[in-house]
């Protein structure tokens, strides 16, 4: 590592990861902007330097160094948005030879479960119904294990408040008209308590949650409890929001911090680190049970941690996601012109121009200069919009001076605005069930609120 690097990284704050303390020890930094150039430059060092290596069947590039080994679980260096660390000996290739992965006891007991878990990793890595998948392994484990279903609720209590016992879980059930949820958690007497639904990257359905909503405010202790990646709860919590205000239905005393109420339903998230951690300390002792939550666990970092997920054959055969990539591309254009005519943007003597992440061009407020197009990277991250509008750092996207008119947007729950690096990006937030006209329209509704704020802030022309 060079020296500047190597000063830096024995300089940093690491953060040490709680929630798998005694299953997989290590530390991580979250990129920011204030370390933005570090965590980069670490990333390409791992990504440069690194050499391949396992984490059951994930294989990614682990940069070994000083008796510590870094990784990046994203797919790029510049798409890093932290780096883990460990002690060279918690590493999964290191403890599957020492015979010390979680929930063994003897090398051989390891090998055994190892290849379990990876097998029925691997069988299921191309199925695209992962979401299914899990849903059918946790309910069959707390239907099994009484402190199974008992670590499950403890964890749902953390998140919305105090809840009844619960004395078994259904899968799938046709519980309202509208809405089929993942599990419908039931109580002594088979009274319903509340959903549980199961999300790695899936988007919400239709019926999420407005409809789970009201199927559940006629129930004394109505709760609906999404089960999702780390990763996911920021951009999760705020189309849950989105949903659940445009439907008129947010309320407030909420008895946790991160709980939504809506017509008296306690709408919160439960990460799956935590919900693996729960289950294999609840069920530890129990060699069958033990084996169930370890398989379980294969497919969760399968499905929620992997770089590249493996492709089904469905996923080539579905021609929609490549006329849908090229129709929003479009429709960035479109907006564009539609608010060129309207005298809020310019395009004159500015290129069409794409990006690694999508198709886009520039264009010009009079106060400031941008990029405006599909930004595949923040729409995975931020979960708001596949259009943005990108204010860079120079002295013609002025990014610098837009963080006080924006300061509102920055604020905003959820975000209307973004400090991203040293940039300044707005979602151009689409509107949906409409036609493309009526979209165009609303986009540049935004672009004209946009304007405004701008102008407002007392910049000179560029």
Known sequence: ?????????????????????????????????????????????????????????????YHHEAGKVYWSMDDTPESTTLVNRCDASQTYEARLAAGTLPGSSTPTESTERNMSSSLLAHLTASDPQKENLATAALAFIVNQSPSARSALRALIVEAVGNVPAIARVASQRNDTEASRPDLTLLGDGGER????????????????????????????????????????????????????????MIASDAPTASTIVAEGVRVGMVVWSKVMQALEAAVRGDAAASSDVHQLRGLVEQ?????????????????EVPRRIIALTGLAWEIVDAACAANLLSVKGLKVTARDY????????????????LDHMMWRRTGRSPLWIDFSESDWGRADKLREPLGAWLNADPPRAFKENDSMKVPLLLAVGVEKARMVEDAVRQIRELAALLKGAGLSAV
Not at 304 to 312: C, K, R, S, T, V
Not at 358 to 373: D, I, L, N, T
Request: charged content about 25%.
């Open 303 to 319: 499905f929620e941690g992997e770089a590249f997920i493996p492709l089904a054959r469905e996923d080539l055969g579905d021609l």
């Open 1 to 61: 590592m060079p020296a500047e690097l190597r000063a830096w990284v024995e300089a940093a704050k690491w953060t040490f990861a709680k929630t798998y303390a005694e299953t997989w020890p290590h530390e991580y930094i979250v990129r920011r902007s204030e370390n933005d150039a570090e965590i980069v430059a670490l990333a390409r060092h791992i990504f440069a330097h690194g050499t391949p290596g396992r984490f059951y069947t994930q294989v990614r590039p």
């Open 193 to 248: 308590v509340g959903f549980v639904e199961v999300k790695f990257w899936a988007g919400l359905t239709e019926a999420q949650p407005v409809e789970y909503v009201r199927g559940l405010a006629k129930d004394p202790a109505g709760i609906l409890v999404f089960l999702v990646p780390d990763r996911r709860t920021t951009t999760l919590r705020w189309e849950l929001l989105e949903r659940l205000r445009a439907a008129g």
């Open 358 to 373: 999508g198709g886009g061009r520039y264009a010009k407020f009079e106060q400031a200069g941008c990029w405006v197009g």
